[in-house]
């Protein structure tokens, strides 16, 4: 920021342009200073991955794994299958697969689309009735673990409750053998939020 002394009297050009310059030139010095600081500052107490604007960096990072931050929700196979792979991913602000063990346990409720197909319902998914019998909604082998084991009961809701395996994952399965049928999977999570899938189709024409 250039200041002007002329205002000031008695200078002649060469002194005034020489004093002009020098001021300039502490105050651009003065501002590089304090942004190198400011720099040094932030890295020292929010830590190296820290940007501007930001909380403490380490308060940033607890708060991302209670919120388990990242979390996806995938939804495998084709629309013409009779039986579609749902892939949960927790992260646990750490990256998945997370370093050490991230066991949890989770909620996994199934609700059918609208009439339009379009858009969740909000209505349970019933076993035997708009899933199969049996093996209508499951934990697929060796990707997580039901609570208690076994097939849900005929008539009932299609939920369950699972245990992810180490890494933060759990894959359901969901199945329709007959009928073109879509349906929304969701995941409670233990901090109480919700993940959910895209719509899910199962034999399309």
């Not at 310059?21 to 600081?37: I, N």
């Not at 020292?44 to 909380?55: E, H, L, Q």
């Not at 708060?63 to 992260?91: F, H, M, P, S, W």
């Amino acid at each position: 920021m250039a200041h002007d002394i002329s205002k000031y009297g008695g200078f002649g050009t060469p002194v005034r342009g020489a004093i002009e310059d020098t001021y300039t030139q502490a105050v651009a010095d003065s501002a590089t200073a304090a942004v190198a600081a400011d720099t040094v500052l932030g890295t020292a107490v929010k830590g190296s991955g820290w940007t501007s604007g930001m909380t403490l960096k380490a308060h940033d990072d607890a708060i991302n794994a209670l919120e388990r931050n990242g979390t996806t929700v995938a939804v495998g196979g084709a629309e013409n299958e009779t039986n579609r792979d749902i892939v949960l991913t927790i992260k646990n602000g750490a990256g998945t697969p997370a370093a050490v063990a991230s066991y949890a346990v989770v909620g996994v409720k199934v609700t059918k689309a609208n009439a339009a197909g379009t858009a969740d319902s909000g209505d349970p998914a019933v076993i035997n009735t708009d899933l199969d019998t049996v093996d209508g909604l499951t934990v697929v082998a060796t990707k997580g673990e039901k609570i208690p084991a076994g097939a849900i009961a005929d008539s009932a809701n299609a939920s369950l409750v699972a245990i992810t395996k180490a890494d933060g994952t759990l894959t359901v399965n969901i199945k329709k053998t007959t009928t073109n049928s879509k349906f929304f999977v969701h995941f409670i999570l233990p901090d109480g939020t919700v993940k959910t899938s895209a719509i899910v189709e199962l034999n399309a024409p």
